[in-house]
């Protein structure tokens, strides 16, 4: 009987060693992982893919029924708005028709001046709308899945814009998924400049909904409500695309409105300007 | 032998469901949702089922289980490789100390301690990736964040409690 109490203390004592050895184990693989992720190899990144690949699919199912309910939520909603804002729309659209001639115009000019110039226009745009399947958004990460990739010719780093301005951009490729870096991530470093003034600067995410912009020269005039476009240095998002506003300046610390609503994004669209 | 054959495979499913419906969980809260009352701030799903699974069902919601949550929530997440998977484990390690003080007690209780525990495990992801990034993350919304999971937590468990009294059998069986 002695015997038997002592061989399952043994055992259970064995055990305990063996879960304890597993979780360090398990915690000694956590930071590995991290470790590899930091020398940014890229068996992680494909590795990532092809599981983001294999996961996306169950979110997607949940998005059908979730954007039921967000639906019925939406219209509810905006009821009340729809008779000012049709209002303020025909009025946009009869100012944005007089626009639509003066762009036609200065178009045409543009053509006649380039040509006398012997100017070499850069390939075309090519885009592809994708639906956003999967959103992430607090402290510690921003960033969307959408519902597209390598198969439709996305590549990692195409700019990624919304119907108001730059999202962000492609981080990972998958075969029919993309992960994109919004640029409120902390990862999102892009060159920018303001429009008036033509200074330039970086935009950097700090994970907050407002990211900011550094390395701005010290004599620079800021004003805030300026507004903040890609300024095409590096060459990885061409110039003129735009960003936001500013909406506060404090020491060393502008910081920037976008003009989407990164937390509202149903769809997106991914460009690729051949860069 | 068939009708063994059933109750082993239905058994083996019971052992799985808390493992599954935390994933479910996990997968809903990615899912873009615009009539959200705090913007784009989502509960930490993830801490919320391993607190609850492990306070309530230790016996099949294993190391393994929160290892594989983890590295689930790290492929979907935009965070570094293995963040997830590390905070789940110091979750866990927390959880394995303490259960003793939280299980079987009335829920406020519980949920007391949940609050701490996602204070501090929250905590300590901020300070991971802190020192990954070599720059301090903002703290105001890890707070926020943690007010926003603290409060889901009541909601959360209350589905989870639904699979656990409806759907898996005692732990005698």
Redesign the interface.
């Known amino acids: 009987m002695k015997r038997r109490k002592s061989l399952f203390m043994h055992l259970s004592n064995i055990r305990l060693l063996a879960?304890k050895f597993?979780?360090a184990l398990?915690?000694l693989?956590?930071?590995?992982?991290?470790l590899?992720?930091?020398t940014d190899t890229a068996i992680?990144e494909k590795t990532?893919s092809v599981?983001?690949d294999a996961?996306?699919p169950?979110?997607d199912i949940?998005?059908i029924p979730?954007?039921a309910?967000?639906d019925v939520?939406?219209y509810l909603k905006e009821l009340k708005q729809i008779h000012q804002e049709n209002q303020e729309l025909r009025q946009e659209n009869r100012k944005l028709l007089q626009a639509k001639d003066r762009a036609q115009a200065l178009e045409i000019e543009n053509r006649i001046l380039s040509r006398l110039l012997n100017y070499v226009t850069p390939p075309e745009a090519k885009f592809i709308t994708a639906r956003?399947?999967?959103?992430?958004?607090?402290?510690?990460?921003?960033?969307l899945?959408a519902y597209t990739g390598d198969a439709k010719g996305v590549r990692k780093g195409q700019v990624v814009l919304s119907n108001r301005g730059v999202v962000g951009r492609i981080?990972q490729v998958g075969k029919l998924y993309s992960?994109i870096?919004l640029i409120t991530?902390?990862?999102s470093k892009i060159p920018v400049m303001v429009e008036r003034t033509r200074v330039r600067g970086i935009l950097t995410g700090?994970?907050?909904?407002t990211p900011k912009m550094v390395f701005i020269p010290l004599e620079a005039e800021l004003t805030v409500g300026d507004r903040i476009v890609t300024s095409g240095v590096a060459g990885v998002f061409p110039a003129g695309l735009p960003i936001g506003k500013i909406s506060s300046i404090e020491k060393n610390n502008v910081k920037i409105k976008t003009f989407t609503n990164?937390?509202?994004?149903?769809y997106v669209k991914i460009v690729d300007y051949g860069l | 032998m068939s009708d063994e054959l059933s109750e082993n495979i239905m058994t083996y499913l019971q052992r799985l469901l808390p493992l599954l419906s935390s994933?479910l969980l996990l997968?809903?809260s990615?899912?873009?949702?615009?009539?959200l009352l705090f913007?784009?701030?989502?509960p930490?799903m993830a801490i919320v089922c391993v607190y609850f699974w492990m306070i309530h069902r230790p016996d099949i919601f294993n190391?393994l289980s929160v290892?594989f949550l983890?590295l689930?929530d790290?492929?979907?997440?935009?965070?570094?490789?293995?963040?997830n998977?590390?905070t789940l484990?110091v979750l866990?390690?927390l959880i394995s100390n303490l259960s003793r003080f939280l299980s079987g007690k009335p829920f406020i209780i519980t949920w007391y301690g949940f609050a701490i525990i996602a204070l501090v495990v929250l905590f300590t992801?901020?300070l991971?990736?802190s020192i990954?990034?070599a720059?301090f993350?903002?703290?105001s919304?890890?707070g926020?964040?943690f007010m926003v999971t603290a409060a889901a937590y009541p909601f959360i468990s209350l589905v989870l409690a639904f699979v656990q009294n409806n759907l898996i059998a005692d732990e005698e069986l």
């Open positions: 879960k597993a979780l398990l915690f693989s956590a930071f590995v992982l991290m590899v992720n930091k992680i990532s599981a983001t996961l996306s169950m979110i949940l998005v979730a954007r309910v967000a939520y939406d956003v399947i999967a959103e992430e958004g607090d402290a510690f990460s921003h960033s899945i981080e992960k870096i991530d902390i990862n700090d994970n907050t909904p990164l937390e509202r994004l149903e | 994933l997968f809903l990615y899912v873009p949702m615009d009539f913007g784009d701030i989502r930490a190391l290892y983890g689930v790290d492929i979907i997440s935009n965070v570094p490789f293995g963040t998977i590390f484990l866990y390690l992801k901020w991971v990736l990954y990034y720059q993350l903002p703290l919304i890890v926020f964040s």
